[in-house]
């Protein structure tokens, strides 16, 4: 893996090291900050592009990994993790509550998040793409691997 990458990049290649885990960290020059960026540059559909987006609940902070194709049902997430009041944060605290600048939030690690979802449709894909801790890295993971490295719980989380 990449000696010369980034300092947020490499705390995730450090985890995908030690837990052994079968995965693949690439660099695009043009950018994957969003979404369809990401399919692009990656050749994967995106729905097999994951978002990892930040949420305030009820003033503390949950990451939801959803397709690149969707959006969060805010509804469905709130009653989930029994919030009153969920909205997304900003790019500033997103990079706060993360370490991760927002376009490159990887899932893994977060110590300072307790709880992270994943929707259940990431689940059905052999392969999917992640932020690796930059607007330009990516890593392709299993999503169980995704999930367990994540201590993510699957849960309905999007909607069209």
Known sequence: MGADWPEPVERVARVLRESRVEARIEQFHEGTPTAADAARATGAPVERIVKSLVFSCDG?????MVPGDRRVDTAKVGSSVGCERLKAVGADAVERLTGFPAGGVAPFPLPGIQTVLIDRSLLAHEVVWAGAGSA?????????DLARLARARPVEAAVE
């Open 136 to 144: 330009r890295h990516m890593v392709a993971l299993a999503p169980a």
């Open 60 to 64: 503390r902070a949950i990451v939801v």
